[in-house]
């Protein structure tokens, strides 16, 4: 029989089944509904193998795959009493399918690929049949809707927000845990106006770690920097204007490559150091060489 991956939309099971659906928020069966592989007709059995349509469509396509093919690995272990679904059983059962589709040539030899370990395959299992015979229950697991954006109270975000700035604004030296003592600090106080009921929980460390990193961290947890940090990135301001010569000269001093060596011998004495000074006021500079003793 073909079966269309559009047309597959919700499972249902055993009766019961689509009335246990319909307490989920889904469509309850509706008569004339398509039949999937291997269906039975209400009453035949235990085995939920028929699906209407539903809910399923809504799913990506990768996610409709994957439930389908999850569904065709357990539907044998379906049909088994409970008492027979022991580790060993189920580990020979997927030795079983895994030789198959090696002899066939098939994709995802090894028993642990592709979902094909016991562990995975218990799980479905009791995904399948806590959910009532739902093949969405099969389908992986997808990312939340408000991934990327702060489950915290308002007000608590208020505060780590604001200690945050208060971080950025005083430099000093910190870490992630000095500025989560911040934030419990002001969460206490803030507690105080409150009555019992209503009091914020403090967050975590973790919170308050990603809160950093995503405001800056080397702002929020850098030092303040020392006077030779500050000269070394200020640069050289400039001093008091000369009235008259030699009331200020500046010196610069410069170690030459190169080493000087004795007339005689030859054995080396030194590099030389050129000292540069400029009268400010005249502008006239001076030169002088020496060797350091």
Not at 195 to 222: C, H, K, Q, W
């Amino acid at each position: 029989m073909s079966w269309s991956m559009g047309r597959l939309l919700s499972l249902v099971g055993a009766p019961g089944a689509s009335e246990r659906a319909d307490a989920r928020g889904a469509r309850p069966h509706r008569p004339g509904g398509t039949r999937g592989p291997g269906g039975r007709a209400e009453g035949e059995g235990t085995l939920p193998t028929g699906y209407t349509i539903a809910d399923f469509h809504l799913l990506p396509e990768r996610e409709r795959a994957e439930a389908w093919r999850r569904y065709t690995l357990i539907r044998p272990l379906l049909t088994w009493p409970a008492g027979a679904r022991t580790r060993r059983a189920i580990e020979e059962y997927l030795s079983t399918v895994s030789g198959a589709r090696a002899s066939s040539g098939g994709e995802g030899a090894g028993a642990g690929e592709g979902g094909r370990s016991r562990p995975s395959v218990e799980r479905y299992l009791r995904a399948f049949e806590a959910s009532g015979g739902d093949i969405r229950a099969l389908a992986p697991a997808t990312t939340r809707g408000d991934a990327g954006e702060s489950r915290l109270d308002g007000e608590l975000e208020g505060i780590i927000q604001g200690v945050l700035a208060e971080c950025r604004a005083a430099p000093a030296q910190r870490t992630v845990r000095d500025v989560y003592f911040l934030v419990v600090e002001r969460v206490r106080v803030r507690n105080q106006e409150r009555p019992p009921a209503e009091r914020m929980a403090p967050p975590g460390v973790s919170t308050i770690e990603r809160r950093v990193r995503a405001s800056g961290g080397a702002e929020v947890l850098r030092r303040r920097p020392g006077p030779g940090e500050r000269r070394a990135v200020e640069g050289v301001r400039p001093g008091p204007r000369a009235m008259r010569p030699l009331e200020r000269v500046e010196l610069d001093h410069t170690v030459l490559d190169l080493i000087v060596v004795d007339e005689e011998d030859r054995l080396p004495i030194g590099r030389p150091t050129v000292t540069l000074a400029l009268d400010v006021y005249c502008k006239i500079p001076e030169f002088l060489s020496h060797l350091q003793a």
